[in-house]
């Protein structure tokens, strides 16, 4: 409300003769009720009121990886049962739902249960293959059959990370091939981009061998425009030989770009049972990236490994991390 000393004075004494003449009401009390108006109008034309942010309203969400790696190991399998595992989610206190994209029915089956369950499907993970030119179409087309399905149920962000020449081998890509997956993103970053969907680069700890080359070139060989960056803290952090300097000069290097935030903790290099305090320093994560001027999507994606405690069930797992995730991430909201 504004108020305007000339107009408002003139409106609150007419309204003082009306109350004054039907009520016989003192003066005093209603010139002290003017002021009060008065004063209050001032002050809030002054200081605005606005509705606070609150940790509750981050809208994180988790991926289908973290679900099934605590699925598995109590020997039950979370996809089999979208229903029950999603309901889970949401008991959780997520909000949202990445899946691990295979095809456009799988997603409309995906996210038809989401949508059930009240979460969102922001982003999905899609493997793909980019690095030998006679596949590079084939991959590019599944994906963008995969978008289209996804575009309807409010996805904005795919998220891929470029398959390696063999899953857990020792080879690495030769300079030609990765040149041909560097093409091969910004084309498929500018077929999304078409579609309103932004393309998200995600890398494991393999394209940070041998001086990082693979990672860097998928950054600097690609357009901003069309690749963004899909940060996985701890993969990189992991990659770089459990180093936070080398996470927080990928940050400095390559902040602007992030458009979602893949977390995970650890202690002692063992990732935990639940996201929390660890090897990695989250609060300083979340303020360079908001001194950088980024709000990424915030994807949960805690995960266990040998040497993971086992003490609680996937729900309460999933339950806490939340719970200090929002704590940590809470000042992106400001």
């Known amino acids: 409300m504004e108020f305007n000393t000339t107009t408002d004075v003139r409106r609150l004494l007419a309204e003082e003769n009306r109350v004054v003449a039907e009520t016989k009401g003192s003066r005093r009390d209603?010139?002290?009720?003017?002021?009060?108006?008065?004063?209050?109008?001032?002050?809030?034309?002054?200081h605005p009121k606005t509705l606070s942010a609150t940790s509750e309203?981050?809208?994180?969400?988790?991926?289908?990886?973290t679900w099934q790696e605590y699925y598995r190991r109590e020997g039950r399998d979370f996809m089999s049962n979208l229903s029950h595992g999603f309901r889970e989610v949401a008991k959780a206190g997520i909000k949202g739902f990445e899946p691990n994209a295979d095809s456009p029915e799988q997603i409309s089956r995906v996210g038809k249960a989401l949508q059930d369950q009240g979460l969102a499907m922001r982003s999905l993970y899609v493997n793909s293959w980019l690095h030998e030119e006679e596949k590079v179409d084939s991959s590019i087309q599944?994906?963008?059959?995969?978008?289209?399905?996804?575009?309807?149920?409010g996805t904005g962000i795919i998220v891929t990370n470029p398959s390696p020449i063999r899953w857990g081998g020792p080879e690495n890509k030769n300079d030609g091939q990765l040149e041909t997956?560097?093409?091969?993103?910004?084309?498929?970053?500018?077929?999304?981009?078409?579609?309103?969907?932004?393309?998200?680069?995600?890398?494991?700890?393999?394209?940070?061998?041998?001086?990082a080359r693979e990672?860097?070139?998928?950054?600097?060989?690609?357009?901003?425009?069309?690749?963004?960056?899909?940060?996985d803290t701890h993969w990189v952090y992991r990659g770089s030989g459990n180093s936070?300097?080398?996470?927080?000069?990928?940050?400095?290097?390559?902040?602007?770009?992030?458009?979602?935030?893949?977390?995970?903790?650890?202690?002692?290099g063992i990732w935990t049972e639940a996201f929390g305090e660890g090897d990695i320093d989250y609060r300083r994560v979340a303020s360079q990236l908001k001194e950088i001027g980024v709000r990424p999507h915030l994807v949960l994606e805690q995960a266990v490994e040998k040497g993971t405690p086992k003490t609680i069930n996937p729900l309460e797992a999933h339950r806490q991390s939340i719970a200090y995730a929002r704590e940590v991430f809470a000042g992106l909201l400001s």
């Open 30 to 46: 209603f010139l002290g009720k003017i002021g009060l108006a008065a004063g209050s109008a001032l002050i809030t034309a002054a």
């Open 215 to 231: 990672f860097h070139h998928m950054m600097v060989g690609t357009n901003p425009e069309f690749v963004h960056f899909c940060l």
């Open 57 to 65: 309203d981050l809208q994180i969400a988790c991926n289908q990886y």
């Open 244 to 268: 936070q300097v080398a996470l927080f000069d990928v940050i400095k290097l390559y902040g602007s770009r992030v458009i979602e935030l893949h977390f995970r903790q650890s202690r002692d």
């Open 181 to 211: 997956q560097a093409r091969a993103l910004n084309r498929l970053g500018g077929s999304l981009a078409e579609l309103g969907i932004k393309l998200a680069y995600h890398n494991h700890d393999i394209e940070l061998r041998e001086a």
């Open 142 to 153: 599944q994906i963008l059959a995969i978008a289209k399905e996804a575009q309807g149920l």
